[in-house]
């Protein structure tokens, strides 16, 4: 039988969009996940200042949470998002890669709940923090 955090991984890289946004899986397992978003002029949406996109820090996020609930030792191994709530915080530094780091807190019968933080370089202020829900599927 193959573990959770296999699934998680191997489910990852088959992901389209983490592909464009060349997400990096950096660690994960018992319901942490942490993932890399390598900066990159495809990305920006601020051409004039080089700010990376909200929708990008946005997917990002939404991805690593959903790696941390298919990781969670007592979660199914499929979840989608059921909503996820992002407080932008500050612009990410250009060039930087934004690191995030999901923590899937609680798992219900039917509904899991995860919290995460993006930061660049300057991991005292964030870039953003999240939290969310997602299904739990048994």
Do not use: W
């Not at 998680?8 to 946004?21: E, I």
């Not at 609930?69 to 979660?75: A, D, F, G, T």
């Not at 250009?94 to 039917?110: E, L, M, S």
């Amino acid at each position: 039988m193959v573990d959770k955090t296999t699934i998680a991984r191997n489910f990852l890289s088959v992901v389209p969009y983490a592909h464009a946004l060349g997400l990096t899986l950096e660690s994960i397992g018992d319901g942490v996940a942490v993932m890399g978003l390598p900066y990159s002029k495809d990305i920006v949406g601020d051409p004039d200042k080089g700010i990376v996109h909200g929708g990008a820090v946005s997917a990002a996020m939404d991805t690593c949470c959903g790696a941390a609930v298919m990781c969670h030792p007592s979660s199914p191994s499929l979840t989608a998002t059921i909503d996820l709530r992002i407080d932008y915080m500050r612009a990410a530094a250009p060039g930087q890669t934004i690191t995030t780091t999901a923590t899937c807190y609680h798992v219900g019968r039917n509904v899991a709940f995860v919290r995460a933080v993006a930061t660049d370089d300057d991991t005292e202020h964030p870039v953003a923090m999240a939290t969310g829900s997602f299904t739990v599927e048994r």
